[in-house]
T-cell receptor, first 112, second 112 residues
């Protein structure tokens, strides 16, 4: 079993829809949770960063962490065609240098 | 502007050749990483380095080599021992702690 599980998609939605992207994980030591967005043939860029449980909102994006269920989510409101990309979850824990553990990514397609 | 520069963007390798991918960062980050990305397989860690003149193997180090002679630079050599080198290669950097990675824009390597 992988340490981080993420549905590869693709997830196809119409413009304006609310998108929900999710990851589950098995390591209870993870405390730092991130979402990266990767456009085709580009490097991933950090989209959202969350520590421990709870919600964080940034514009149309909301990151949610439920440590009791080992489940994290990224919600995109009013989705746009420009949101079409692959979204990777990543997480880490502990002190010092911490290697991120990545999900495989979910490909999102937003149609106009 | 601070960031990570990968070059070249596209690289073609003949069978039996060694090729070197460049990665330079001006973020003053201590740690640097090399990932390989294949369709549907997510990011796989090749090598990482937390300090100059020291580096560790990742999950798929066979057929690759690295050096870390300067803090800013972490070149990756794909040797002829790597039997299936065609992939998208990503370099990343980070500082101590759980603050996530900054990625370069990637190098697409194709065997011809």
């Amino acid at each position: 079993q992988k340490e981080v599980e993420q549905d590869p998609g693709p997830l196809s939605v119409p413009e304006g829809a609310i998108v929900s992207l999710n990851c589950t994980y098995s390591n209870s030591a993870f405390q730092y949770f991130m979402w990266y967005r990767q456009y085709s043939r580009k490097g991933p860029e950090l989209l959202m960063y969350t520590y421990s449980s709870g919600n964080k909102e940034d514009g149309r994006f909301t990151a949610q962490v439920d440590k009791s269920s080992k489940y994290i989510s990224l919600f995109i409101r009013d989705s746009q065609p420009s949101d079409s990309a692959t979204y990777l979850c990543a997480m880490s824990g502990g002190t010092g240098f911490q290697k991120l553990v990545f999900g495989t990514g979910t490909r999102l397609l937003v149609s106009p | 502007d601070g960031g990570i520069t990968q070059s070249p963007k596209y690289l073609f390798r003949k069978e039996g050749q060694n090729v070197t991918l460049s990665c330079e960062q001006n973020l003053n980050h201590d740690a640097m990483y090399w990932y390989r990305q294949d369709p549907g397989q997510g990011l796989r860690l090749i090598y990482y380095s937390q300090i100059v003149n020291d580096f560790q193997k990742g999950d798929i180090a066979e057929g690759y080599s690295v050096s870390r002679e300067k803090k800013e630079s972490f070149p990756l050599t794909v040797t002829s021992a790597q039997k299936n080198p065609t992939a998208f290669y990503l370099c990343a950097s980070s500082n101590r702690g759980n603050y996530g990675y900054t990625f370069g824009s990637g190098t697409r390597l194709t065997v011809v």
